[in-house]
């Protein structure tokens, strides 16, 4: 049993959960799962001198066409590069 704390409805704002609501709050998210290829992966990371992560990243950027939200300046500078590319 674990207790969290979570914004919740009512005058209170504050809702109980516990592990088991945890488990189905996700359950009913509506995700996506993308497997990036791994030839693209390591093509982006040689590409760009970028890690694994990054280059997934990087690579799921380009395939859903979103926007890209991070501090790191190397990833920001290939998204800006790479994102160009393919316009």
Not at 15 to 36: C, G, M, Y
Not at 54 to 81: C, G, H, I
């Amino acid at each position: 049993f674990a207790v969290v704390w979570s914004p919740g409805p009512g005058p209170s704002k504050t809702r109980w959960l516990t592990r088991d609501n945890l488990l189905d709050d996700f359950a009913a998210q509506q995700i996506e799962w993308h497997a990036p290829p791994s030839r693209s992966l390591l093509v982006l990371a040689n590409r760009w001198s970028l890690g694994a992560c990054d280059a997934a990243y990087l690579w799921l950027t380009a395939e859903l066409k979103a926007p890209l939200a991070t501090f790191d300046q190397r990833l920001a500078q290939a998204a800006r590069q790479h994102l160009d590319t393919l316009k």
